[in-house]
T-cell receptor, first 113, second 113 residues
Framework: GAGVSQSPSNKVTEKGKDVELRCDPI?????LYWYRQSLGQGLEFLIY????????KSGLPSDRFSAERTGGSVSTLTIQRTQQEDSAVYLC???????????FGPGTRLTVL | QQQVKQSPQSLIVQKGGISIINCAYE??????FPWYQQFPGKGPALLIA?????SEKKEGRFTISFNKSAKQFSLHIMDSQPGDSATYFC????????????FGKGTLLTVNP
């Protein structure tokens, strides 16, 4: 009966390094979203996965950002060559296909030094 | 272009008072309007949501009022309690856009005992 889980909960990295953030969805939830929560910017949509369909990448801020969802379950958000402006909380949300409600994980707080 | 505008940024209310948070949207294609509550260190959690075919929805102490012609909706928290102190986000989505949420920038509510 676990909710959406994300790991790590906190990540501190140096500018220029690559990072991977993980999201484990609620079992049976076919839709998965990544959002970014920055100070003063609120929550911004990044990318959306639904089943085997092509992902909606329209919110990714640059080509340094990418995401995968393997086997319709776990998702990984990768940020290459991190910059200080990438510092934020990265939130994952999932939902059942026919519902509207998105369930959010606790987020990963990324700090780029 | 900010599609969902939320006000106020912060709000201080006495215990037992009414908290009111307002949002305005621009895209008339939006068809789902949720409010999320977020406590520090946690992901947002759905509080209450409304569709544009009704003008009001009430769940316990929480009420959404919706004005389709004005493209505005608001959250009313009756008998506000210190435990309601959190950040509140309004959001909007549409089925045609994969239900990705467009969020307001949030309101930090403090309820004083």
């Amino acid at each position: 009966g676990a909710g959406v889980s994300q790991s790590p909960s906190n990540k501190v990295t140096e500018k220029g390094k690559d990072v991977e953030l993980r999201c484990d969805p609620i079992s049976g939830h076919t839709a998965l979203y990544w959002y970014r929560q920055s100070l003063g910017q609120g929550l911004e949509f990044l990318i959306y996965f639904q089943g085997n369909s092509a992902p909606d990448k329209s919110g990714l801020p640059s080509d340094r950002f990418s995401a995968e969802r393997t086997g319709g379950s776990v998702s990984t958000l990768t940020i290459q060559r991190t910059q200080q402006e990438d510092s934020a909380v990265y939130l994952c949300a999932t939902k059942f296909r026919v519902d509207n409600e998105q369930f959010f994980g606790p987020g990963t707080r990324l700090t780029v030094l | 272009q900010q599609q969902v505008k939320q006000s106020p940024q912060s709000l201080i209310v006495q215990k037992g008072g009414i908290s009111i948070i307002n949002c305005a949207y621009e895209n008339t294609a939006f068809d789902y309007f949720p409010w999320y509550q977020q406590f520090p260190g946690k992901g947002p959690a759905l509080l209450i949501a409304i569709r544009p075919d009704v003008s009001e929805k009430k769940e316990g102490r929480f009420t959404i009022s919706f004005n389709k012609s004005a493209k505005q909706f608001s959250l009313h928290i009756m008998d506000s309690q210190p435990g309601d102190s959190a950040t509140y986000f309004c959001a909007a989505s549409m089925g045609g856009s994969n239900y990705k949420l467009t969020f307001g920038k949030g309101t930090l509510l403090t309820v004083n005992p």
